[in-house]
C-alpha cells in the first residue's frame, strides 16, 4: 500500500515536467534570416519571434543589404551583432550564425557560401523524407538562394515565408522593385524558378502594420532594458524624426503566428517568374497584430 502511494505521490509530481516536455516537442520548428541592422522593424519582429511558445527558432542568422544606398561598411555583420543582443536580451538559447556578405555573384559560382547557407542545408537534410524545412526571411534572399544553388537536391524540402514584392490581387501585377527584393535580384529569380514552396507578404499588404513612436514609448520603455533598446533603435536610426513607422517584419511575423488575423490568396506568376504557385497574403488585421504584439512583448519581458 505505501508503495503504491509512493508511486502516485511521484506521478503527480512529475506530471506536470512531463506535459510541459511533451508540448515543448510539439513545438513548429523556423529557421529565421534576417538583416538586423538594417531597419527598425527587424528587431520588433524577432523579438516576438522569439518568444513565441509554440515554435523553435533553430537558427538566426544574418542577411546583408549591402546594395543599399545607404548600407555602411559590413551590414551583415551588423546584423549578425544585433541578433546576439535581442537573444541575450531574452535569455533564449538559440545559436546566430552569419550569412552572406553581399548579394549573389552574376556567373559561375553565384552562391554567397557562408555558415548560414550551410545550415540551411545541413537542417532540410536533416528531415525525414516528405517533411520540409520551415524558413522565415525577412531581407534579401541571398543565404536562401545560396543554400539551394550549392544544394539544388533540398530546394523541394524548403517551405519559405518571406517579406518582398508588390503585388496587384486586382490587375494581377508582381512588381519587384521594393527594398528586398533590390538586394538580390538574382537570388529573388533562381528562388522563383525553384522547387521551393513559397508563401509572400507583399509590402504593399505589409504597409498596414503601422506603429506610432509615442505608443512605442508608453508600452515598452520602462518595462525591461529590450523594451528601451527598441525605442532607441527607433530615435537612433538613420531617420530617427518619424513619428510613426511601418514595422514591415512583424505582419510576416504575425500572419505565421496568428493565420486567422491573415487571408491569404494563391497566385500564379507569369512565365519570366516560373509560371509557379505562390501563396500570397493579402491583407492583415494589423490592429488585432499589434495589440497581440504588445500584450505578448510586455507580458514576456515583465517575466524575466
Not at 559590413?74 to 544585433?82: C, F, G, L
Request: charge should be negative.
Amino acid at each position: 500500500m505505501k508503495t503504491t502511494l509512493f508511486m502516485l505521490l511521484m506521478g503527480l509530481f512529475l506530471w506536470p515536467k512531463a506535459s510541459y516536455a511533451q508540448s515543448d516537442s510539439q513545438k513548429t520548428t523556423y529557421l529565421l534570416d534576417a538583416d538586423t541592422g538594417n531597419e527598425v522593424d527587424d528587431l520588433f519582429a524577432i523579438a516576438r519571434a522569439l518568444i513565441e511558445p509554440s515554435w523553435e527558432i533553430t537558427a538566426l542568422t544574418a542577411a546583408h543589404w549591402q546594395t543599399a544606398h545607404w548600407a555602411e561598411a559590413q551590414t551583415m555583420e551588423n546584423s549578425y551583432r544585433i541578433n546576439t543582443v535581442l537573444r541575450d536580451y531574452l535569455q533564449v538559447e538559440v545559436k546566430t550564425l552569419r550569412g552572406g556578405v553581399a548579394r549573389m555573384f552574376d556567373w559561375g559560382d553565384q552562391a554567397q557560401h557562408s555558415a548560414a547557407a550551410y545550415e540551411i542545408i545541413a537542417q532540410a537534410k536533416a528531415l525525414p523524407e516528405g517533411e520540409k524545412l520551415n524558413l522565415i526571411a525577412l531581407g534579401a534572399l541571398t543565404n536562401v538562394a545560396s543554400a539551394v544553388f550549392i544544394d539544388p537536391s533540398i530546394g523541394p524540402k524548403l517551405k519559405l515565408y518571406w517579406l518582398g514584392t508588390t503585388y496587384d490581387f486586382e490587375e494581377g501585377i508582381l512588381g519587384t522593385t521594393d527594398f528586398n527584393c533590390m538586394m538580390d535580384q538574382q537570388a529573388l529569380h533562381y528562388l522563383f524558378k525553384s522547387p521551393v514552396e513559397l508563401h509572400i507578404i507583399p509590402v504593399s499588404v505589409a504597409s498596414a502594420m503601422t506603429f506610432e513612436m509615442y505608443d512605442v514609448e508608453a508600452k515598452l520603455r520602462d518595462v525591461h532594458p529590450l523594451g528601451a533598446y527598441l525605442c532607441d533603435r527607433w530615435y537612433n536610426h538613420l531617420d530617427g524624426s518619424r513619428y510613426e513607422r511601418v514595422i514591415w517584419d512583424l505582419a510576416l511575423i504575425q500572419a505565421i503566428i496568428h493565420p486567422e488575423m491573415a487571408e491569404v490568396t494563391t497566385i500564379t506568376t507569369s512565365k519570366d517568374f516560373g509560371s509557379r504557385e505562390v501563396h500570397y497574403y493579402s491583407s492583415i488585421d494589423a490592429d488585432k497584430m499589434r495589440a497581440e504584439f504588445y500584450e505578448s512583448l510586455t507580458t514576456y519581458l515583465k517575466g524575466l
